[in-house]
C-alpha cells in the first residue's frame, strides 16, 4: 500500500476542522435567528421604552425612568453582573411649543412649522422679527458678508442630496448647517438662524438635532431652529417673490447646570477568557419630540436581546460579553466618553465593539473600523450570513458611543440597516414606535448577536503581531 504524505493527512485534516467548524457556526447563528424570531424580546421592550416612557432627553424625567426600566429588564435575565455608571449630563429644555410664520407686506400672515435645536438659547420673551436671508451652506456666508447679514435671520435652504445612496452620507452634506449655522452667522451679524430640516421627506414635521456655538460669548448667542422641509420649500420659494417679507418666531428653550445620569451596563462572564472584553450597545437618551423608537430605542432593545439570545440559545461565550446603553449620545456623547474612560482606568481589553444606532429597519450587513488583516478575517465569515440576505461588510465608520475605544488593536462595528427611511423619522415627531417593523427589528438583533458569536469564538489571536498594529 502507498504511503499518504504527512502533509497531505495534515491537509486533509485542517480541512475537515474548518468543514466541522464552519457547519457548527451555521447550526448556531440559525439557532440565534430562530430563537430571535419566534420568540424575541426586543419589540415588547421597545413599545415600553416609547409608550410608556416616550422621548428621553439627557437630564429629564424620562431618562431616568428609561434607566431604571432598562436596568431591571437586564437584571430579569440572569446575567453575571447588572450595573449603572454615573455620567454628568447636559440639561437643555425646549418649554412651550415653537411658534413661528412668514408675513409678507400688505399679506396676512402664514404659520410655519418650527422646533429649537439642542442647546439653542430662546428667543426675546415677546419673539424675533426680522428680514431672512437664504443661503446654501455655511460656505456662503463669506459671499453674502456682514453689510447683506447683518440683523437677519439666516435661512440654511441646503437640502440632503437625493442622488446618494447612502443615506448617512447624504446627512453628512449638509448637517454642518445644522450643528455650526449658528455661530458662523452670528459671526456676521445675525440676529436668528433657520435651518432646513435634515430629510428627504417633503413634509410638515421639522427634525431636530444637536447644535453648538462654540466659543461664541453668551452675548453673542442667537436663536437656531429647524423648519420642515415643506416649510423650507415654501420660504424659499416667498422670497423669490418679495425678498422683503418677515420672518417670526418664539421659543422658550432654556440651558441648565449639568446633572447626574448613567450608562446602563450588563454582562455575562468570559468562561475561558474574561478579561477580554465584547461591547454591544446603542444610546438610552432621545430627542423630546417623537418617542425615539428608532433612534435610538431599536439600537438599546436590539443590544439587550444579544445577551438574552445567547442565554436563550444556551451559547455560554468564552469572552466577556457586555451590552452598554450609552446615556447623552444626542447632545454630548457624555455616556461614550465615560465608558471609554473608566475602561481605561481599569486597564480593561476590549477586542470588539458593536453599535446600533442606525435604525430598526431590515440589515443589511456592517461597517467596520478595523485593521486590513482584521477586516480579511471578518470577511471571511461573510458566507455565514449570506443564507440570512446580510451582504453588506465594507471598512469606514461604526458608531459615535463605540468610537472612544478606538485604539490600535480594537475592531469597532456598526450594525448597518437599509437606511433610506430613516431620515423620514430622524429627530422628528414620527419617530414613533409604530413605525418600527418586528420582525425587521428582530432580524437586526439576530445578525448582531451572530457576528458577536463569531468574534467571541475565534477572536484576533491569530493577527496580533500584524505589521500594521506593530508600526
Known amino acids: 500500500m502507498k504511503k499518504i504524505p504527512f ?4 491537509l486533509l485534516a485542517l480541512n475537515a476542522g474548518a468543514q466541522s467548524n464552519s457547519e457548527a457556526d451555521s447550526l448556531n447563528i440559525r439557532k440565534l435567528y430562530d430563537v430571535a424570531l419566534l ?37 430579569k435575565l440572569g446575567l453575571d453582573r447588572v450595573w449603572l455608571q454615573p455620567v454628568m449630563v447636559p440639561k437643555w429644555t425646549r418649554g412651550n411649543p415653537e411658534y413661528a410664520y412668514i408675513q409678507s407686506p400688505g399679506s396676512p400672515s402664514n404659520t410655519v412649522n418650527i422646533l429649537a435645536l439642542g442647546g439653542s438659547v430662546a428667543t426675546p420673551d415677546t419673539g424675533l422679527r426680522a428680514k431672512v436671508i437664504e443661503v446654501q451652506g455655511i460656505e456662503d456666508l463669506a459671499r453674502y458678508g456682514k453689510e447683506q447679514i447683518e440683523g437677519k435671520i439666516v435661512f440654511y435652504n441646503r437640502p440632503m442630496r437625493t442622488d446618494l445612496i447612502h443615506t448617512f452620507e ?31 421627506k417633503i413634509d410638515d414635521y421639522p427634525h431636530t438635532g444637536s447644535m453648538s456655538y462654540g466659543d461664541l460669548p453668551n452675548s453673542k448667542r442667537i436663536p437656531a431652529a429647524a423648519i420642515s422641509t415643506k416649510d423650507a420649500e415654501y420660504l424659499s420659494s416667498m422670497l423669490k417673490l418679495n425678498k422683503d417679507l418677515d420672518f417670526y418666531y418664539k421659543m422658550n428653550c432654556r440651558n441648565f447646570e449639568d446633572v447626574e445620569s448613567y450608562n446602563v451596563i450588563g454582562e455575562i462572564k468570559g468562561s475561558e477568557r474574561p478579561d477580554e472584553y465584547i461591547v454591544v450597545g446603542g444610546h438610552l437618551d432621545s430627542w423630546d419630540v417623537g418617542d425615539g423608537a428608532h433612534d435610538d430605542g431599536a439600537g438599546v432593545v436590539q443590544s439587550m436581546e444579544v445577551l438574552r439570545l445567547f442565554k436563550e440559545a444556551g451559547v455560554r461565550p468564552k469572552r ?35 453599535e446600533s444606532d442606525s435604525g430598526g429597519f431590515t440589515p443589511r450587513g456592517f461597517s467596520f473600523d478595523a485593521r486590513d488583516s482584521q477586516f480579511e478575517k471578518i470577511e471571511s465569515w461573510k458566507p455565514l450570513f449570506e443564507p440570512y440576505l446580510i451582504h453588506y461588510f465594507a471598512r469606514g465608520g461604526s458608531g459615535a458611543d463605540i468610537g472612544p475605544l478606538r485604539n490600535e488593536s480594537t475592531v469597532l462595528a456598526g450594525l448597518r440597516p437599509d437606511s ?4 423620514d423619522h430622524h429627530h ?16 437586526g438583533a439576530a445578525t448582531m448577536a451572530s457576528l458577536v458569536y463569531l468574534v467571541d469564538k475565534y477572536g484576533f489571536d491569530d493577527i496580533k503581531n500584524d505589521p500594521e498594529i506593530l508600526k
Open 39 to 75: 420568540q424575541g424580546q426586543g419589540y415588547a421592550w421597545l413599545d415600553h421604552l416609547s409608550n410608556k416612557i416616550g422621548g428621553r432627553l439627557s437630564g429629564s424625567v424620562n431618562a431616568q425612568r428609561a434607566v431604571d426600566y432598562t436596568k431591571a429588564e437586564l437584571e
Open 170 to 200: 447624504a446627512y453628512g452634506g449638509c448637517v454642518d448647517q445644522r450643528y455650526s449655522g449658528a455661530a458662523e452667522a452670528a459671526k456676521y451679524g445675525a440676529v436668528g438662524v433657520i435651518v432646513r430640516s435634515l430629510s428627504h
Open 420 to 423: 433610506q427611511r430613516y431620515f
Open 428 to 443: 422628528a415627531a414620527t419617530d414613533t414606535f409604530e413605525s418600527v417593523n418586528k420582525r425587521e427589528l428582530e432580524l
Open 320 to 354: 466577556t460579553i457586555r451590552v452598554v446603553l450609552f446615556m447623552n449620545e444626542e447632545n454630548g456623547l457624555r455616556g461614550g466618553n465615560k465608558y471609554a474612560e473608566v475602561a481605561k482606568q481599569n486597564a480593561e481589553n476590549h477586542i470588539f465593539a458593536l
Open 7 to 10: 502533509f497531505l493527512i495534515l
